[in-house]
């Protein structure tokens, strides 16, 4: 199947700095990507929807300054977790939708992030 | 409001049983229908899916998971479940073309050996 991949993997930081997440597509192209947060044994919540080369669509009680998203190309969409506190500390996940026929999406192994 | 909902949040089982997880959806239109799992420490990995057509799916490791329109569910299925199938398995659907997928709160599956 279709392969997603995430950098970095796992990442500490300190209160008041920004972290980067990418996530790329390795072997299709991806008009739209998905970025989740999954807490400790929950479900995956959905924060945003990135489209290539547009805005992203963020849900609700999502703070679009505080969670920046680009989806610069057809291959990498990125999120940038600005100003990060505690309580940012999660599991972020993307996934990518494969384009054309039969639309699935395949997701990447996820970030986790701790703050400091 | 449209939802997903799993009924078993913890299901054990001796190997070689058979397995039902129930996946029930809120939405009268047309749905596409994923079964996803996640093996401890591993990515969410798709192992079935339905669009359109034969509503009996097969999908990976001898999964099967059967589309009844009537019933709104997506019930996944194996008829002998292995040590190996322990993980956490999410029905997932999206209730109307080009939009968002959502997912049911998960389903832990626990494998006896």
């Known amino acids: 199947g279709a392969v997603v991949s995430q950098h970095p993997s796992w990442v500490i930081c300190k209160s008041g700095t920004s972290v980067k997440i990418e996530c790329r597509s390795l072997d299709f192209q991806a008009t739209t990507m998905f970025w989740y947060r999954q807490f400790p044994k929950q479900s995956l919540m959905l924060m945003a929807t990135s489209n290539e080369g547009s805005k992203a669509t963020y849900e609700q009680g999502v703070e679009k300054d505080k969670f920046l998203i680009n989806h610069a190309s057809l291959t990498l969409s990125t999120l940038t977790v600005t100003s990060a506190h505690p309580e940012d500390s999660s599991f972020y996940i993307c996934?990518?939708?494969?384009?054309?026929?039969?639309?699935?999406?395949?997701f990447g192994p996820g970030t986790r992030l701790l703050v400091l | 409001a449209q939802s997903v909902s799993q009924h078993n949040h913890h299901v054990i089982l001796s190997e070689a049983a058979s397995l039902e997880l129930g996946c029930n959806y809120s939405?009268?239109?047309?749905?596409?229908l994923f079964w996803y799992v996640q093996y401890p420490g591993q990515h969410l990995q798709l192992l079935l899916k339905?669009?359109?057509?034969?509503?009996l799916v097969k999908g990976i490791k001898g999964f099967e998971a059967e589309f009844i329109k009537s019933k709104f569910s997506f019930n996944l299925r194996k008829p002998s479940v292995q040590w190996s199938d322990t993980a956490e398995y999410f029905c997932a659907v999206i209730m109307n073309r080009d939009d968002k997928i959502i997912f049911g709160k998960g389903t832990r599956l626990h494998i006896l050996p």
């Open positions: 996934s990518a939708r494969e384009s054309g026929y039969q639309e699935t999406q395949y």
């Open positions: 939405y009268g239109g047309t749905v596409n």
């Open positions: 339905y669009f359109s057509g034969d509503p």
